[in-house]
């Protein structure tokens, strides 16, 4: 099973920016795509982005369109999310995950493999 590694999340003022990584042991052969998901406290978690390994497809909320944006770096299996114009609602912990069913990536159901969060707290 693919191990997944985040790193990036941390603290940040509304209007501020991160960048979140994410390394897939495997380099991503054995996964369609990597997914980006949040979980604020007392909410379910939710999607927020995707993007195929394979012609780079990508995939966003509507909560974060415009604002975020992923990217992959095949040559060495990771994905990034740039994160800018943070707003408090955005705190949340933030998982990898990747695909083993191709589609659908909006789904948490369609990941198999996931990392163990990173948090993002943005201040008003």
């Known amino acids: 099973q693919v191990q997944l590694v985040e790193s990036g999340g941390g603290l940040e003022q509304a209007g501020g920016s991160l960048r979140l990584s994410c390394a897939a042991s495997?380099?991503?052969?054995?996964?369609?795509?990597l997914g980006w998901f949040r979980q604020g406290v007392g909410k379910e978690r939710e999607f927020v982005a995707a993007?195929?390994?394979?012609?780079?497809?990508?995939y966003y909320s509507d909560s974060v369109k415009g604002r975020f944006t992923i990217s992959s770096d095949n040559t060495k299996g990771t994905v990034h999310l740039q994160m800018n114009s943070l707003k408090p609602e955005d705190t949340a912990v933030y998982y990898c995950?990747?695909?083993?069913?191709?589609?659908?990536?909006?789904?948490?159901?369609?990941?198999?493999?996931w990392g163990q969060g990173t948090q993002v707290t943005v201040s008003s």
């Open positions: 995950a990747a695909a083993r069913v191709e589609g659908y990536y909006s789904d948490s159901w369609v990941y198999g493999s």
């Open positions: 495997d380099g991503g052969f054995s996964s369609y795509a």
């Open positions: 993007i195929t390994w394979r012609g780079a497809n990508t």
